[in-house]
């Protein structure tokens, strides 16, 4: 294919959302189904997408090569960091939980909330999740069928740096499914017509 600046995409703003695990998921790049809760701001390192396959060589007493690589399975990692402290970023990072109230606001004072994270037994929550991104007219939205948060929730606590809340989602292919995720496009370049 012939160079084209057009067709490099830089995701200029984007949203990630979650939802639990068996909401109705996009076909279209219109408005998600309203179970989506927009995770807000995230760090401006983005959005971090990897697919890494397992492989598996063949080897032969007559090849100083593989004679043949088998993929024994495919992973599919999403990683950001939220900057919003609230009660969907939380549930959405420690997997469940809950925020609860212990005391009412009265008289225009704050009220107390204490979030519980899920216990120790608990199972691991399925999510899907979605990431939207732009390029200009461009749109691209990233679909992750059914996932769970696996990796450690590393929070920094120090003055002159905001608070992160990172958060790692690995794919699992759904029952009866053939793939953990999809991406839908506007953009041109991508049109297998063309």
Do not use: C, H
């Amino acid at each position: 294919m012939p160079q084209n600046k057009e067709e490099v995409v830089v995701a200029l703003d984007g949203n990630v959302s979650v939802a639990p695990y068996g909401t109705t998921l996009p076909a279209a790049l219109t408005s998600l189904n309203a179970a989506f809760e927009d995770l807000g701001y995230q760090s401006s390192d983005g959005v971090s997408f990897s697919v890494t396959p397992s492989v598996e060589s063949v080897e032969a007493w007559q090849s100083s090569t593989p004679i043949r690589r088998i993929v024994t399975a495919r992973d599919l990692a999403l990683s950001f960091s939220a900057l919003q402290w609230n009660v969907n970023s939380f549930a959405a990072a420690y997997g469940g939980g809950a925020w609860d109230q212990i005391t009412a606001p009265a008289g225009g004072t704050p009220g107390l909330y204490r979030y519980d994270p899920p216990a120790d037994e608990d199972d691991l929550i399925d999510y899907s999740v979605v990431v939207d991104f732009v390029d200009g007219v461009k749109n691209y939205r990233l679909v992750v069928k059914q996932a769970n948060v696996t990796e450690a929730v590393d929070t920094n606590l120090a003055r002159g740096s905001a608070a992160l809340i990172p958060m790692t989602f690995a794919a699992i292919t759904p029952d009866g499914d053939d793939a953990s995720w999809y991406l839908l496009s506007n953009d041109p370049a991508v049109d297998p017509g063309a």
